[in-house]
């Protein structure tokens, strides 16, 4: 069974980091890609940022460029979304995904809290 579990949420001040994890289980191989997406009060989900399994492909919104990195580590089937100059506008639920064999998995989302 696949599972994500996020971590590294909190509150943080304006211009401050955070990095958040998304720990996979039940893949056996390490083709899978990630994507990050977050959901802000009021507000649809959106897309942040992916990494795919091998090719090196990255992804990031418009919104976070150059301020958010993606990477994984297949040793320990963690990926990471190190986020830096924090904006109040990152304040969201942030959550990871997984497609696999035409099911897209989900983690319960982490929550980010920026002050201004």
Not at 35 to 53: D, L, T, Y
């Amino acid at each position: 069974e696949v599972q994500l579990v996020e971590s590294g949420g909190g509150l943080v001040q304006a211009g401050g980091s955070l990095r958040l994890s998304c720990a996979a289980s039940g893949f056996t191989k390490d083709d899978y890609a990630i994507g990050w997406f977050r959901q802000a009060p009021g507000k649809e989900r959106e897309g942040v940022s992916c990494i795919s399994s091998r090719d090196g492909f990255l992804y990031y919104a418009d919104s976070v460029k150059g301020r958010f990195t993606i990477s994984r580590d297949n040793a320990k089937k963690t990926v990471y979304l190190q986020m830096n100059s924090l904006k109040p506008e990152d304040t969201a639920v942030y959550y990871c995904n997984a497609p696999r064999s035409g099911l897209t998995y989900w983690g319960q989302g982490t929550q980010v809290t920026v002050s201004s």
